[in-house]
């Protein structure tokens, strides 16, 4: 796996940088020698963010997480990535096999009220299951996809007391 460490307002040491590739590496077995990690760490007031992107022949796995030090903002963001892929591993050696959907993601540049927030990706064909999957794999509390039976563009959602929803439209 390719992994490649980015900081925003923070100089990287080399030592976080091998420290990030070492821990990294243990997840190799999981996904294919193309695969790519990006690990972005950025400054919140007393915080450093850390989050974790692993992308594989196009699906997305991801994780965040803030502490007062970048070390243990990445272990902790590590630790909630492995917990994700372990949880899953079996549903996720099945999902690797296939192309699945590329989801892109557009920061915004300046926080700002009256600014609206645009996300474009490619809705590919999925399972409800496969979908749920994928939005917990990413940390999301929801997850737009296309249903392979029906064609239609649903969306699954995490409700609050663990169980899952899908959204349905009618014609």
Known sequence: ????????????????VERTEKRLAKLDK??????????TVMVEKKYQKVEI??????????????????????DAAAD???????KNRKKLAER???????VEYDAPEEENYHLIREKRFVVKPASVDEAIL???????????????????????????DGSYGVLIPER
């Open 134 to 160: 994928q939005m917990n794999m990413l940390g999301h509390s929801f997850y737009l996809f296309r249903d392979v039976d029906s064609d239609e563009v649903n969306a699954v959602y995490a409700r609050k």
């Open 30 to 39: 999981f996904f294919a020698d193309e695969a790519e990690a990006n690990v």
């Open 53 to 74: 992107t692993v992308r594989d022949r196009g699906f997305v796995a991801r994780a965040e997480r803030s502490a007062p030090q970048m070390e243990e903002a990445f």
């Open 80 to 86: 909630v990535l492995t917990k994700n892929i372990v």
């Open 96 to 102: 690797l096999q296939r192309a699945v959907p590329d």
């Open 1 to 16: 796996m390719k992994v490649t460490c980015n900081g925003r307002k923070v100089a990287l040491k080399d030592s976080f």
